[in-house]
């Protein structure tokens, strides 16, 4: 069975200060996706980021970056210089690849809030 | 343009009512989805469908019938409503392709609570 496991609740620092968002996930595939999802505090949920389990590479996207280590399965969120706007919460998903099973497990999610 | 509706935004309504949540996508996508999300912010798949055929039903209480009449929409209803069924509701669809590579485009969600 796969899990998504996000160890931190809450996070809360100063604007402009970096910020690291820790996914560790479990799963038998090989084959696999990851997502990144940011929920703000008007409820709709935001897409982020999507990766493969063959793809290790780093991605960065403005001051958001990802970071995927398979041997710690780990895929973290680092958003540098943060801003206001950037309070919100924060899901990782996992999809396997196996037709019929598409569905995303969650983790539950990191609240993170920027102080002005 | 709106991508995911759903219909209502908000939803609240006395236990034991019987009471449905509507969903359309207009992004031609073939594979749609229900989620539920607690209150503790916690987000959970409860059924998915490929071209209006049932694919996922993860042991969601028989209370919960999901129809799809067409593959743009997937409709949620509720029987006997009861307390713990207080949630936001998300519906969600996903394009064909490598089976759990695409990302799935959320609607805005409805909160529905039981009094």
């Known amino acids: 069975a796969q899990k998504v496991t996000q160890a931190q609740t809450e996070i809360s620092v100063v604007e402009k200060e970096d910020v690291t968002l820790d996914c560790v996930y479990e799963t038998r595939d090989t084959t696999y996706y990851l997502f990144w999802y940011k929920q703000p505090p008007s409820g709709e949920l935001v897409f982020l980021i999507r990766r493969n389990s063959f793809d290790e590479q780093n991605e960065i996207s403005g001051r958001y970056s990802w970071n995927f280590q398979k041997s710690t399965s780990s895929f973290n969120f680092t958003i540098t210089a943060s801003q206001v706007v950037d309070s919100a919460v924060y899901f990782c998903a996992l999809s396997e690849a196996r037709f019929g099973n598409e569905k995303l497990t969650f983790g539950t999610g990191t609240r993170l809030t920027i102080i002005p | 343009d709106t991508a995911v509706s759903q219909t209502p935004k908000y939803l609240v309504t006395q236990m034991g009512n019987d009471k449905s949540i509507k969903c359309e996508q207009n992004?031609?996508?073939?594979?749609m989805y229900w989620y539920k999300q607690d209150s503790k912010k916690f987000l959970k798949i409860m059924f998915s469908y490929n071209n209006k055929e049932l694919i996922i039903n993860e042991t969601v209480p028989n209370r919960f019938s999901p129809k799809s009449p067409d593959k743009a929409h997937l409709n949620l209803h509720i029987n006997s409503l009861e307390l713990g069924d207080s949630a936001v509701y998300f519906c969600a669809s996903s394009p064909p392709g490598l089976a759990g590579d695409d990302e799935q485009f959320f609607g805005p969600g409805t909160r529905l609570t039981v009094l």
């Open positions: 992004l031609g996508h073939d594979t």
